[in-house]
């Protein structure tokens, strides 16, 4: 493959998926803000940029933290099909859409599903939608660092099948940090409980993601922080109030991510809800109870 690449927003996600890229065969062109990340797509076989200007590709992927910076980017874009990964508003989406397109620049929503660990082996799944011929052309780089790519129709309906996911994400989190917290007050090893468990009738993709960090009781490899998983439920949150759903489920959740906050973990990994349980179930494992 001889097509360019380019990737703009090189942290957890964007930094693996431009690693995938590179493995699959495509020139990869990347920018961000940050000189260390630039500095690890080479070492990755990318080629950093020192602009967005400067990515000069046929497809350029966004995965950024914010829709400021997604406005930013868009207007030094000059050219290219845009595969917009990140989760935000869908009114701040289209209204990246809608600027690029006045430049005659097609912008696709493209939100991901799957951790940062799953982005480092190609476990993700792409919910895209927008216009459907601009996502048959991208088709072929989303298989890059992909393993299932879902065309969803209309403009925004990858966002909300995104949130869909991180409800039951948020969920999921939770519900396996509480399992260990139980297993672990039992009597029961954490080793013991992920292996039992993880096949059993009760697990999740979470379970099984961030189960074995649950095991060891740390989390500073990070897949996804808490500090920015707040965007996300916040996102979540607001959508499912305006349309006037019931998360009964999901609200109990963001009490366990809050606390995980004002414990200290807002940095490390959203696994840490597991350390916030235990403490609140008095919990103290002994060294090397794993």
């Keep these: 493959m001889t097509a360019a690449v380019g990737v703009v927003g090189l942290g957890i996600m964007g930094g693996a998926m431009s690693a995938s890229l590179v493995k699959a065969g495509f020139e990869v062109r990347g920018y961000d803000i940050a000189a260390a990340r630039r500095s690890a ?103 890059g660092f992909s393993r299932a790519q879902h065309y969803l129709g209309a403009f925004g309906n990858g966002c909300k099948m995104k949130y869909v996911a991180n409800l039951m994400v948020a969920i999921h989190n939770v519900s396996a940090a509480e399992a260990f917290a139980l297993g672990i007050k039992a009597g029961l090893s954490p080793r013991a409980i992920f292996e039992v468990q993880a096949n059993s009738a009760g697990s999740s993709r979470m379970f099984q993601v961030r189960g074995p960090m649950m095991v060891k009781g740390r989390y500073h490899d990070v897949t996804m922080k808490n500090e920015v998983w707040q965007k996300d439920m916040k996102i979540i949150g607001d959508y499912a109030r305006r349309l006037g759903v019931a998360t009964p489920t999901f609200k109990a959740s963001a009490g366990v991510y809050k606390a995980a906050m004002a414990q200290g973990f807002a940095r490390q990994d959203t696994g840490a809800v597991c350390a916030v349980l235990e403490r609140m179930s008095g919990i103290r494992r002994r060294k090397g109870h794993g």
Excluded: M
């Design 41 to 143: 797509l080479r070492k990755a076989g990318g080629k950093p940029v020192a602009s967005v200007a400067d990515l000069r590709a046929g497809v350029i992927i966004t995965s950024l933290p914010s829709a400021h910076a997604l406005h930013s980017v868009c207007k030094e874009i000059s050219s290219g099909i845009i595969v917009e990964t990140s989760t935000l508003p869908i009114e701040d989406k289209i209204r990246a859409r809608d600027l690029l397109a006045k430049k005659g620049i097609p912008l696709l929503d493209c939100p991901l599903s799957g951790t940062g660990a799953q982005a480092k082996t190609g476990d993700l799944v792409v919910f895209g939608s927008g216009d459907r011929k601009a996502f048959a052309k991208v088709v072929a780089v989303l298989k």
